[in-house]
């Protein structure tokens, strides 16, 4: 199962940020947490990962509470080709698991 | 630099007949894993090669399910016979083993429908 809990779905207006919660009170100190996203029709596609320092690249900023209990991953400016499903998963550092996917948050990026 | 490929995109069987997928990964890529989504179900791990051994296959339905990589490059998955719950999309992805947690790149999916 996984062990994480996010919002079914949420909304953003186009050009704004939009900011996805992702509750994972039992993550582990030896867990990073990731952030994956599935646009329709499309496979998954990694987005950014980190482990207890707020991490940034190019596409998104994840940022992870000093407890580590919960995280939001930021947008900083949505596009409609944003819309998708966004999945939260902790996963073993060091090692090569699989992947273990929740329900995800479904983003409806509005005109 | 070419992604994790897949084909068919889409494959339309009948029940009872065989059916198999094919999964190219990235170039140089050790691991390389098999997911499924069910219609309205989140995506199931199947399993996971690391070069052409089979390191976790834990996920994998029934003995219907066959899946190879002789020679560690591309990788296959058979269905035979296949049932119609079998419907769904195949996801394919691979990363570098470089015993650090590195991003898994997917395909873009088979489509498989079981008539």
């Known amino acids: 199962d996984a062990k994480t809990t996010q919002p079914p779905s949420m909304d953003c207006a186009e050009g704004r940020a939009a900011n996805l919660p992702c509750n994972h009170s039992t993550i582990s100190g030896n867990e990073y947490v990731y952030w994956y996203r599935q646009i329709h029709s499309q496979g998954p596609q990694y987005i950014i990962h980190?482990?207890?320092n707020n991490e940034t690249n190019e596409m998104a900023s994840l940022i992870i509470t000093e407890d580590r209990k919960s995280s939001t991953l930021i947008l900083p400016h949505a596009t409609l080709r944003d819309t998708a499903v966004y999945y939260c998963i902790v996963r073993v550092a060091h090692r090569d698991d699989k992947i273990i996917f929740g329900k995800g948050t479904r983003l409806h990026i509005l005109p | 630099e070419a992604g994790v490929t897949q084909f068919p995109s889409h494959s339309v069987i009948e029940k009872g007949q065989t059916v198999t997928l094919r999964c190219d990964p990235i170039?140089?890529?050790?691991?390389l894993y098999w997911y499924r989504r069910v219609m309205g179900k989140e995506i199931k791990f199947l399993l996971h090669f690391v070069k052409e051994s089979k390191q976790d296959e834990s996920g994998m339905p029934n003995n219907r399910f066959l899946a190879e990589r002789t020679g560690g490059t591309y990788s296959t998955l058979k269905v035979q016979p296949a049932e119609l719950e079998d419907s769904g999309v195949y996801f394919c992805?691979?990363?570098?083993?470089?015993?650090?947690?590195?991003?898994?790149?997917f395909g873009q999916g088979t489509r498989l429908t079981v008539v």
């Open positions: 170039s140089g890529h050790d691991n």
């Open positions: 980190g482990l207890k």
């Open positions: 992805a691979s990363s570098l083993n470089s015993g650090i947690n590195t991003e898994a790149f």
